[in-house]
């Protein structure tokens, strides 16, 4: 079977229709009836018979279908190929939900400028959900906080940020300088559960950071909420709920009459990094986007001045 005839088959297996083959591929129907006719005719059987005005498969095209599927899977993978190395492609993107609320529209917006005709695919993840994509080529490039090393995943640093401490202007958390520029870990220790802390889960990478640290200061943070997100954490301290230690791209976007940012002491740093397959080729389109990312994560700045 010739890999037009191949195609030409599989759109009629996915539509059911000539007609609505025909349009999946850009085709007239004639043109797309003698496809299958010159398909059938060098196979020696038939692949559909007409009952009811639809088409149906025959056994022989079923059990054909179940064989060629997975090599015509790879033939759009390879067309999906060649069309992004030519920079007009796909770019399929995810980056970590505080980043892609700050530093994403921005190296995206300067991305299309550049790529016009391009089109994206834009998700949120976080950095293990998007490594397993990546390893199965679902997925061309990711943005994550500290991801962790993993076979098969290559990864470049693209900026550098800190931890901070977000306080709602009300109601006043007694024995805590909240017009302090800076907080200790201590302090936020020492008040315990009036703080009403609000953290993300243990095993969030930034998490496992912050972890670390009380560790090492000798200090235990008791939180009273837990959230997935840092967008959340910061949505609940503007709105008087608790404190939080967010991410200072997060920190960006709180509404000051509401909420205030605290460097946090000693200071927790971390990388944001970007991740792409080492094993497959980076479409051309990826290479630009990470250039312009690593430019927004520069111009975003530190989250306190």
């Known amino acids: 079977m010739r890999l037009r005839h191949l195609e030409v088959f599989h759109a009629i297996m996915l539509t059911g229709s000539i007609s609505a083959a025909a349009r999946t591929l850009h085709v007239s129907q004639p043109a797309l009836t003698r496809a299958l006719q010159q398909a059938e005719s060098e196979l020696g059987f038939k692949l559909f018979q007409r009952a009811r005005g639809?088409?149906?498969?025959?056994?022989?095209?079923?059990?054909?279908?179940?064989?060629?599927?997975?090599?015509h899977a790879g033939l759009r993978e390879l067309q999906q190929l060649t069309v992004n190395l030519r920079g007009r492609g796909r770019l399929r993107f995810a980056s970590n939900p505080a980043l892609a609320e700050v530093i994403l529209p921005r190296a995206l917006a300067r991305l299309l400028t550049q790529w016009p005709e391009a089109s994206c695919e834009v998700r949120t993840a976080h950095g293990e959900q998007m490594m397993r994509d990546l390893l199965t080529r679902?997925?061309?490039?990711?943005?994550?906080?500290?991801p962790p090393s993993s076979p098969g995943i290559e990864q470049t640093t693209l900026g550098e940020n800190e931890l901070v401490v977000l306080t709602p202007r009300k109601p006043v958390f007694k024995g805590l300088d909240l017009h302090a520029n800076s907080v200790t870990l201590q302090e936020l220790a020492d008040r315990g559960s009036?703080?009403?802390?609000?953290s993300l889960r243990a095993d969030d990478p930034l998490g496992r950071l912050l972890g670390a640290a009380c560790e090492a200061a000798d200090v235990e943070l008791e939180a009273r909420t837990e959230v997935q997100t840092y967008q959340i954490a910061?949505?609940?301290?503007?709105?008087?709920?608790?404190?939080?230690?967010v991410d200072g791209y997060t920190a960006r976007g709180v509404d000051p009459q509401r909420a205030r940012v605290h460097r946090l002491t000693p200071s927790?740093?971390?990388?944001v990094k970007a991740l792409v397959n080492a094993h497959a080729p980076l479409p051309a389109m990826a290479r630009v986007m990470i250039e312009r990312l690593a430019e927004a994560l520069?111009?975003?700045g530190p989250s306190i001045p």
Do not use: M, N, Y
């Open 268 to 271: 927790i740093r971390f990388k």
């Open 138 to 146: 679902d997925l061309d490039l990711g943005l994550a906080f500290e």
């Open 194 to 198: 009036s703080l009403r802390l609000i």
């Open 298 to 300: 520069g111009a975003a």
């Open 234 to 245: 910061r949505a609940l301290v503007e709105d008087g709920v608790g404190c939080a230690i």
């Open 54 to 71: 639809r088409l149906l498969a025959t056994p022989e095209a079923l059990v054909l279908h179940a064989e060629t599927e997975q090599l």
